[in-house]
């Protein structure tokens, strides 16, 4: 078989080719005399071709590569990848051996007890001395994340770029392990993730740089939500992120630059806080922080009535947040328990509104009139396609969730639906409903109120009695600190005075 331009074929015309060489092994081999690597198979040559390129001499190579017969020659045999991970000896004035990872960690240094033990007769004398006992560890996380964790005093370096002494760095996969200095001429290893995220390519390259892919957390409509990790280590930690990402084409009801100009004009403790957004000619990314114990909507589904104290505190931490944006003259229109993002706190809880992708910001000549939401918790006059309607339908929304935590059902049922839309009449039969105290019941019947001019408003539900109490100032003071519950504060400076002066006679 003669010579064969590697990279000028297709992948499936070089298959085409490789399978004719019968039993035969086939050596990947560089027109310029780089070292040879061998390939046992078509899968091997997929494995090697997702490597895109190698380095040699300090340089990348993006030279032409060929096909020849197996000689008896050959550097270094490459075995079809067994592991999570695989460390690719990559600089030709080195004599490393290409290691398979297998193992939770591994070590990596001049030291006799290390796992991936760098030897003097590996390098040149100049280069090992270089090295530190203890260069840097590989460890393995849940999840598929690999990160660097740095000893040496001169320094490790992935592509280039210094991790630093007692600090780790997220790996991506090809990530060039460099020793003592960022010059080319000084990696020694590459990284290849054997079993590739395939969310890597869900970001653009400018966000990839800083975010890893973890996990997939929702979807709907034209927007994904991913969870990502920041790759670079702070205090031991990584910071986590949710991530949407947003389809521009075929949205009509919701604009994702117009969620991002929301979120930006936003700061408050019980609203999910924006981190930074990026656009390209298709996609939105909003980057947002991250709770992680998921939505309102998966306590709700266990269909428990919610202990009164604990729905007493998420309330007033979703009707806070629903305030505030009302007195920022926003709208939310869609919100749900799904919309509710949880994060516990020993047995408590905070919440956070989030997804304004269908919000609006209402000026002096704006009405609201799209039929949007979601239809279990949108109010009549969202319903009636023929109404205007003001910012009263989000006060519906609260009161649907109130009834739900308290009562362990929707409201709303197949056999009242018509009652519960025409004249807000809701089930008050059932047990639960009977064990409810009746400041929450009050607020129940005043928010689940058919004309939106009689429906209290976010100001007149905070000043409910129900609210006045020691155990749930206690509560927030715990939770937000003892700043959040001093009288002029953001988180209440919407409350009356009356109001500030009970919560504060408790607190002392």
Not at 24 to 47: C, H, M, N, Q, R
Not at 90 to 100: A, G, M, P, R, T
Not at 374 to 380: E, G, H, I, K, N
């Amino acid at each position: 078989m003669g010579t064969l331009e590697l990279f000028e074929l297709e992948t499936m015309e070089l298959c085409d080719d490789l399978l004719q060489c019968s039993e035969e092994s086939v050596y990947l081999t560089a027109i310029d005399g780089s070292i040879p690597k061998a390939l046992s198979s078509i899968a091997e040559f997929e494995f090697f071709h997702a490597i895109e390129s190698f380095s040699f001499d300090g340089v990348r190579s993006d030279s032409q590569w060929s096909t020849a017969p197996a000689s008896e020659n050959t550097h270094d045999i490459v075995e079809p990848p067994t592991g999570w991970g695989r460390l690719l000896s990559v600089n030709e004035h080195f004599s490393l051996k290409h290691k398979e990872l297998t193992e939770a960690s591994y070590e990596i240094g001049r030291q006799a007890d290390c796992q991936i033990r760098l030897c003097e007769c590996d390098f040149p004398s100049s280069f090992y001395r270089q090295i530190s006992k203890k260069q840097c560890s590989l460890n393995r996380m849940d999840g598929g994340l690999t990160y660097l964790k740095d000893f040496s005093s001169n320094g490790t370096f992935v592509n280039g770029r210094k991790v630093g002494r007692n600090k780790s760095l997220i790996l991506s996969n090809n990530a060039e392990i460099g020793i003592a200095g960022p010059a080319r001429s000084n990696i020694i290893f590459m990284y290849i993730e054997t079993a590739v995220n395939r969310d890597d390519h869900w970001l653009p390259p400018e966000l990839h740089q800083r975010f890893f892919p973890v996990k997939h957390l929702g979807s709907g409509g034209f927007a994904e939500v991913k969870l990502f990790i920041e790759r670079t280590m702070i205090d031991g930690t990584n910071k986590h992120f949710a991530v949407k990402k947003i389809e521009k084409s075929g949205i009509e009801t919701a604009n994702p630059l117009n969620e991002i100009e929301i979120l930006r004009k936003l700061c408050h403790p019980c609203i999910v806080e924006l981190d930074c957004w990026y656009e390209t000619s298709k996609y939105a990314y909003i980057i947002m922080e991250y709770l992680p114990d998921g939505n309102l909507n998966q306590i709700l589904d266990k269909k428990q009535p919610m202990d009164e104290q604990l729905c007493k505190l998420v309330i007033f931490q979703l009707a806070t947040a629903v305030n505030y944006i009302h007195q920022q003259n926003i709208t939310h229109r869609d919100i749900k328990p799904e919309n509710i993002l949880t994060r516990k706190v020993s047995n408590l809880m905070i919440v956070k509104l989030a997804d304004f992708g269908l919000s609006k910001i209402l000026k002096s000549t704006t009405q609201l009139r799209t039929n949007c939401g979601t239809y279990l918790y949108a109010a009549p006059e969202v319903i009636n396609r023929n109404a205007a309607y003001t910012y009263k339908v989000d006060m519906w929304a609260v009161g649907i969730i109130l009834y739900f935590c308290l009562c362990g059902e929707h409201p709303v049922s197949s056999t009242n639906e018509r009652m519960f839309y025409e004249k807000g009449e809701f089930n008050t039969k059932i047990t639960a409903w009977r064990q409810i105290s009746d400041l929450p019941k009050n607020l129940i019947e005043t928010t689940i109120v058919v004309n939106p001019n009689a429906r209290i408003d976010s100001s007149a539900f905070l000043k409910s009695d129900w609210f006045v109490d020691m155990d749930l100032a206690c509560k927030i003071e715990y939770l937000f600190g003892p700043a959040l519950t001093t009288p002029g504060n953001q988180f209440f400076k919407d409350l009356d005075c009356a109001y500030f002066s009970s919560l504060t006679d408790i607190i002392d």
